[in-house]
């Protein structure tokens, strides 16, 4: 059980925007960088966001991220057929001294 | 470019140890800034962290495995390893070795990952 909380599922329509949410604690999302991560069926997990809100050369700025206090967002618009797939967030826990990654978010594209 | 290749014996034998290389192009292991880490997505479950090496520094574990992994680097042949004692069926999944910057930012996959299955 992570101490990161996501919402299991989100959908919308395509070309409808999608958000996640993360919920951490003062020794995760409140203390250091959120990052974001696609994962799709059968190939590697994709850096999406970094140090909060910067994305990877690639990743295109209709991804975003963001923080407050102890939780942090992802964004997603103009949604495509492609982006169908598990989301996870991340990061450091000063408390339990390890990376924690979030419980993860399907998305679907309706 | 930096890319990753994980690589491994698909099956082992509960109670075995596991081995894993992750062999690194594009970038130097020993050049330093950077953690190397390594990650798994068991059937059924979400990602997680095995545990993340600073070259020649530091290296962290996931606190429920750190009895039975170690992590360790050949920097002149660009190789990063992982070694899970006493496997279980558990331990069956998909492996992912990484890069992250210090503070632990973001990790970066430049892998395919690799299979392993636990099993008699």
């Known amino acids: 059980q992570s101490v990161l909380t996501q919402p299991p599922s989100v959908s919308a329509a395509p070309g409808q925007r999608v958000t996640i949410s993360c919920s951490g604690s003062?020794?995760?999302?409140?203390?250091?960088?959120v990052s974001w991560y696609q994962h799709l069926p059968g190939i590697a997990p994709k850096l999406l966001i970094y140090?909060?809100?910067q994305r990877p050369s690639g990743i295109p700025d209709r991804v975003s991220g963001s923080k407050s206090g102890t939780s942090a967002t992802l964004d997603i618009t103009g949604l495509q057929t492609a982006d169908e797939a598990d989301y996870y967030c991340?990061?450091?826990?000063?408390?339990?001294?390890?990376?924690?990654f979030g419980t993860g978010t399907k998305v679907t594209v309706l | 470019q930096l890319v990753l290749q994980e690589s491994g014996p698909g099956l082992v034998k509960p109670s075995e140890t596991l081995s894993l290389v992750c062999t690194v192009s594009?970038?130097?292991?020993?050049?330093?800034?950077?953690?190397w880490g390594w990650i798994r997505q068991s059937p059924g479950r979400g990602l997680e962290w095995i545990g993340s090496?600073?070259?020649?520094?530091?290296?962290y574990y996931h606190p429920s495995l750190q009895s039975r992994v170690t992590l360790s680097v050949d920097t002149s042949r660009s190789h990063f390893f992982l070694k899970l004692d006493s496997v279980t069926a558990a331990d069956t999944g998909v492996y992912y070795c990484?890069?992250?910057?210090?503070?632990?930012?973001?990790?970066?996959?430049r892998g395919q990952g690799t299979l392993v299955s636990v099993s008699a």
């Open positions: 003062s020794s995760n999302i409140g203390d250091t960088y």
């Open positions: 990484a890069r992250t910057k210090a503070g632990h930012t973001g990790f970066d996959f």
């Open positions: 140090e909060n809100n």
């Open positions: 991340g990061a450091w826990d000063s408390s339990l001294n390890e990376y924690v």
């Open positions: 090496l600073y070259p020649g520094l530091r290296t």
């Open positions: 594009g970038a130097s292991i020993g050049s330093g800034y950077y953690f």
